[in-house]
């Protein structure tokens, strides 16, 4: 039975769409829902152990549900008894994060794939003015990715340069096998703009809500703010 999480965000039939799997959580009815509604609930947002424990399950939530769609093979274990075979994944998993909001995301896939490697990359925007900025990337470590699935994630995908601009970096360490990127909160406009950077045929976005615009200051509307400010305190 195909997983019900699955589905094409845009109505639209268009061969994007038919390449890059896009998952929606907030279109079903799952305990997903509660977390993000209280990350968004400007009365409660700002208790950030909360906040970032919000992340972190949602992260967990995703971790399994990508579980469901990586290659296994057959093992093997000893038992006190006898000996029993389990079905675990087959692939080297490298979980990559863009700091710093990403962080919590990223603990929650940790918490899951405890055997992944994992990989770090610091963007970051630089306002031209009120309205423009440039993305810049200052830091990136990362074990090799040739032939591994790599999984990139950030909690907030506002117009999604950020995420094109890690991933470039990421390759100049090997070309990974396949692509899932995850993120709580993205705005439409980002998913359209992934569609058109990543490979289609070798990835998957999985967010746990879609926005449908960003505000002048390329902030998701609704969205729920600055999500690393909420996670770790506000920057000068």
């Avoid at 992340?55 to 093997?76: K, Q, V």
């Avoid at 710093?100 to 925007?125: C, I, M, T, W």
């Avoid at 070798?202 to 703010?225: F, Q, R």
Wanted: aromatic letters at 10%; charged letters at 20%; a negative charge.
């Amino acid at each position: 039975m195909a997983n019900p999480f699955l589905f094409c965000f845009f109505a639209r039939t268009s061969l994007l769409d038919l390449l890059m799997k896009i998952v929606n959580f907030s279109q079903y009815d799952s305990l997903l829902n509660q977390f993000l509604a209280e990350m968004r609930d400007v009365s409660i947002q700002h208790d950030s152990l909360r906040f970032r424990r919000n992340i972190e399950r949602i992260g967990e939530i995703m971790a399994y549900e990508i579980s469901r769609d990586l290659p296994y093979h057959s093992l093997a274990v000893k038992t006190p008894l006898s000996v029993a075979t389990e079905r675990v994944p087959d692939k080297n998993l490298v979980i990559a994060t863009i700091l710093r909001a990403g962080l919590p995301l990223h603990q929650g896939f940790l918490n899951y794939f405890d055997k992944a490697e994992n990989a770090f990359v610091s963007a970051y925007r630089k306002y031209v003015d009120e309205a423009h900025f440039d993305i810049h990337i200052e830091y990136i470590a990362t074990p090799r990715l040739d032939g591994k699935i790599l999984i990139l994630t950030d909690t907030m995908l506002a117009t999604g340069t950020s995420m094109e601009y890690a991933y470039e970096a990421l390759l100049t360490r090997g070309e990974p096998e396949w692509i899932h990127i995850a993120s709580v909160i993205a705005s439409r406009q980002a998913i359209e703009h992934l569609q058109n950077v990543f490979p289609q045929e070798k990835t998957t976005v999985w967010c746990a809500a879609i926005d449908p615009e960003l505000n002048i200051h390329s902030y998701i509307v609704p969205g729920l703010g600055d999500a690393g400010d909420l996670c770790f305190g506000e920057k000068e």
